[in-house]
């Protein structure tokens, strides 16, 4: 099939891509992995922050503000003021489209309080802002006749002399390989947290699919050191417990009772506090049993439902029991302002793409803000980029080693257990390259993830059925996941300071005289990587400065309103 612009991902960020790609007149499809409500969008409870009521206590230069002193540096301070001022444009554009925010008596949006935060700006709907937003914005994509591809797996990008083609994909219901034909392709599939398999908020489908399959095809990654831990999750099995709960007023205590630290400090500073209280033999809380019971029915009615079902406790009577998790992945692929990436016609926004807006570390309710503005920016410019361009040739070789591939994993004769191995590798990240890493630690990380790279052809599926088989999906996201892995794990070994989300233990001080800029991984052949630390400012100057001279071309061949 052959389509204007392919969208891989059907978060917030993809969505909202598609939209404003079909807006433009393409000819759209969705692909996504499974239903498209399992995004990690779907499940972001807490809120989407906006400067929706302007008066002397909050502004946007408030809003940027909070976000570039929560970076902890490396930012794209042009991209973050932009963001900000367009968040209430984002918002007044949610409520056209039907989402019901929470309101005040006087019926103006209600706001919480967000860790970071100098005001209180962060909208929501109780505790499903994320749910709430994805499901309006589906039956929007619907309504503007945008295709969906449910199922489907993206395996490969596909390139010919150096211009995209489209993308391999496993059709998941049969096991079939196939290609999908496109002029320009926007990659929002999420994250990278779901390697930290039993130390994470997100499934294990958040391997870094996209992220993977553009760093094969020599697409330029960034930061991909700073991985994320969300303070609070579920002791028992890892569920996110939201920010919300915080930002109502719910307390952090230990099993003495005792508060041991500011609640509503930035995540990183807060995941390093819970985890040294646990390391001192310390088991950490959540403390609802203050709050109005009403106030928890009516703004905090999935955690309690998340607390029952998975802990079996009731909030408003007992102490829940927490522990950090990898939560959020800044790093991606590198994207300019526009969204572009190094490869023409391939674009990506959301949290497979670094934007430059969290820098090292980012702000709880800035995630569902940068999802929809640069989700925005990537459709529409898919979308001009597909104008009166011709498809390009897809090279069937590329899909018949796709198909090799598939096929020995079914074929093959299974040596080892993924499950096991996907706990593993998880276990191995948190403990050597989770909240706390050394030189040591991410050494021991590294060798592991190369022994797993020398054995993980031995992993075939048991099931040899073609149909809906769980176990190929599986093995080839663990191929993704190692990939992912190693590129996390290269980062952080280079950058030998301690910043945001990236602490080491051996080098604990924040350096800016080496490594106050942004880390680029580039793929080179099919084993090594090249790590560098670049000053992003001036790569894109050069882009901006060849985009003008190609937008004057394009104006004098379409007219102003192409180039506009």
């Not at 962060?122 to 945008?146: H, N």
Request: charged letters at 25%.
């Amino acid at each position: 099939m052959l389509y204007d612009v392919i969208v891989v991902g059907s978060g917030i960020a993809g969505l909202h891509a598609a939209l404003h790609a079909r807006k433009k007149g393409a000819r759209v499809a969705v692909l996504t992995k499974s239903n498209p409500l399992r995004s990690n969008s779907a499940v972001a409870s807490g809120g989407i922050n906006a400067v929706i009521n302007l008066s002397g206590y909050d502004s946007y230069e408030r809003h940027a503000t909070d976000t570039i002193a929560g970076s902890d540096g490396i930012v794209n301070r042009q991209n973050i003021i932009k963001m900000c001022q367009e968040a209430p444009a984002i918002i007044e554009e949610l409520q056209q489209m039907g989402v019901a925010f929470d309101t005040n008596e006087d019926n103006t949006i209600a706001q919480r309080p967000f860790g970071g935060a100098s005001a209180v700006r962060t909208c929501y709907i109780a505790d499903r802002t994320g749910s709430a937003i994805v499901m309006r914005l589906l039956q929007e994509c619907r309504k503007e006749g945008i295709i969906f591809l449910t199922n489907h797996q993206m395996l490969n990008i596909v390139t010919y002399k150096g211009g995209l083609s489209g993308i391999t994909v496993l059709r998941r219901s049969d096991s079939h390989v196939t290609a999908l034909g496109c002029k320009s392709l926007v990659l929002a599939g999420g994250g990278f947290a779901g390697i930290f398999r039993g130390h994470t908020t997100n499934p294990q489908e958040s391997s870094g699919d996209t992220i993977a399959a553009a760093f094969r095809a020599g697409v330029r990654l960034s930061n991909m050191e700073f991985v994320q831990f969300h303070p609070t999750a579920l002791k028992t099995n890892g569920s996110l417990i939201s920010e919300a709960s915080r930002g109502e007023g719910a307390y952090l205590v230990d099993e003495s009772g005792e508060r041991f630290t500011d609640e509503l400090q930035t995540r990183d500073k807060l995941t390093r506090a819970i985890l040294q209280h646990i390391q001192k033999g310390h088991r950490v809380y959540l403390d609802f049993r203050h709050l109005d019971p009403e106030l928890i029915d009516t703004k905090l009615p999935s955690t309690c439902k998340i607390a029952l079902t998975g802990a079996g406790v009731d909030i408003k009577k007992e102490l829940l029991e927490i522990t950090p998790a990898a939560h959020y992945t800044i790093g991606g692929i590198w994207t300019r302002s526009d969204t572009s990436t190094t490869l023409p016609g391939l674009f990506a926004c959301g949290e497979c793409a670094v934007t430059g807006v969290h820098g090292a570390n980012r702000l709880g309710g800035n995630s569902l803000l940068e999802g929809a503005y640069f989700g925005r920016i990537a459709g529409s410019e898919a979308a001009l980029y597909a104008v009166d361009r011709d498809y390009n040739p897809v090279d069937f070789m590329d899909v018949e080693r796709d198909m090799q591939l598939v096929n020995g994993i079914l074929e093959g004769e299974n040596r080892y257990n993924i499950n096991a191995m996907r706990s593993n590798l998880g276990e191995a990240l948190f403990k050597n390259a989770g909240a706390f890493r050394s030189e040591a630690s991410l050494l021991e990380a590294d060798d592991y993830i190369r022994y797993l790279r020398g054995v993980k052809h031995g992993l075939c599926c048991v099931n040899k059925e073609r149909e809906n088989n769980v176990e190929l999906s599986s093995i080839l996201e663990f191929y993704n996941a190692l990939q992912i892995a190693e590129a996390m794990v290269v980062s952080a070994k280079q950058r030998k300071e301690s910043r945001g989300v990236h602490y080491r233990s051996d080098y604990p001080r924040r350096d800016d005289t080496y490594y106050n800029a942004a880390s680029y991984i580039v793929k080179m052949g099919s084993v090594y990587m090249k790590l560098s630390f670049e000053n992003a400012a001036k790569i894109d100057l050069g882009y901006r400065i060849r985009k003008f001279f190609i937008l004057i071309k394009e104006r004098s061949r379409y007219g102003k309103s192409y180039a506009a």
